[in-house]
């Protein structure tokens, strides 16, 4: 079992950066591939990056060269570093763990993009 706790979202303005955090905590951190996702109104949760247990990363063709993820173990923490948003990245973003098959969910934080 894990919990997840994402935080950094906010409402900022197209070309602009942000930063989401994802806290894990009630189990080993370092076992779980992690991953976010988003979902816009009306539309399907989509992925948005993963990393993998050994760092490997990918990426919807949407944010590549734009968002970066990364995970620091020791914090038990995921990141997602967000550059030159634009609209259409407007969101709810939700942190996702998952080992041996079994996927866990935050609650999400809204991102929004506008002028």
């Known amino acids: 079992q894990v919990q997840l706790v994402e935080s950094g979202g906010g409402l900022v303005q197209p070309g602009g950066s942000l930063m989401l955090s994802c806290a894990a905590s009630g189990s080993i951190f370092s076992f779980f591939a992690m991953g976010w996702y988003r979902q816009a109104p009306g539309k399907q949760r989509e992925l948005v990056a993963t990393i993998t247990v050994s760092g490997s990363t990918n990426y919807a063709d949407s944010v590549k060269g734009r968002f970066t993820i990364s995970r620091y173990n020791a914090k038990n923490t995921v990141y997602l570093k967000m550059n030159s948003l634009k609209p259409e990245d407007t969101a709810l973003y939700y942190c996702?763990?998952?080992?041996?098959?079994?996927?866990?969910w935050g609650q999400g934080t809204q991102v929004t993009v506008s002028s």
């Open positions: 996702n763990a998952v080992r041996t098959m079994v996927a866990y």
